[in-house]
């Protein structure tokens, strides 16, 4: 699973955790995905814009996620994909 972040400036701090290959913690509530597929055409909707996008290439998930911060993001905001350890 790969991660690419949404920074968004607050007064809080999101916790983002991959659990499983198929499933992300954010902020204590877990997000499970497909095996084979995302199924999930509206899941910013569907997650309130807690995740913003995700699709699968090759096989591997890819998401996109919004996170709150209340420092500075310049040492995990780089734009790209961040590799999980699942």
Known sequence: MKIR????HANKDT??????????RIDGVDYEFDHESVTWPKISEQTEGVILDAHREAGELFCTVRRFYSGSCS????????????
């Not at 916790?15 to 499983?20: K, Q």
């Not at 040492?75 to 699942?86: C, K, L, R, S």
């Open 5 to 8: 972040y949404s920074p968004c």
């Open 15 to 24: 916790l983002i955790e991959a659990t499983g290959a198929n499933t992300l």
């Open 75 to 86: 040492g995990w905001d780089t734009g790209a994909h961040h590799a999980t350890d699942w």
